[in-house]
């Protein structure tokens, strides 16, 4: 039984920085593609980053180029979403997901299996 755990959230002011966690049991990310979406009250969930563990290939979405960035700790199985420069459209509920998308899936939902319950990001001053 696949299980994955976000932890991290939390409120920050803008220009911040927060560290998410993944901790994953049942899988080990390895084979898989880890990836983060968000979503934001009255929004649909969208496609923050995603890393290809066997290629080490990684997606971000424009909003979060270059200010986000994912990794992860083989030893712990755990994946990481690091988010400096926050900013208050930043601010959604974040979810971890594992999955083995396709190129042309690998920024939708649909391209994941496995989800985590979600960890709130606020980020206010």
């Known amino acids: 039984q696949v299980q994955l755990v976000e932890s991290g959230g939390g409120m920050v002011q803008p220009g911040g920085s927060l560290r998410l966690s993944c901790a994953a049991s049942?899988?080990?990310?390895?084979?898989?593609?880890g990836a983060w979406f968000r979503q934001a009250p009255g929004k649909e969930r969208e496609f923050v980053a995603a890393r290809r563990w066997s290629t080490g290939a990684i997606y971000y979405a424009d909003s979060v180029k270059d200010r986000f960035s994912v990794s992860r700790d083989t030893a712990l199985n755990t994946m990481y979403l690091q988010m400096n420069s926050l900013k208050p459209e930043d601010t959604a509920v974040y979810y971890c997901?594992?999955?083995?998308?396709?190129?042309?899936?690998?920024?939708?939902?649909?391209?994941?299996?496995?989800w985590g319950q979600g960890t709130q990001v606020t980020v206010s001053s």
């Open positions: 049942g899988i080990t990310f390895g084979p898989y593609t």
């Open positions: 997901a594992a999955g083995r998308p396709i190129t042309s899936t690998i920024r939708a939902m649909r391209g994941y299996g496995s």
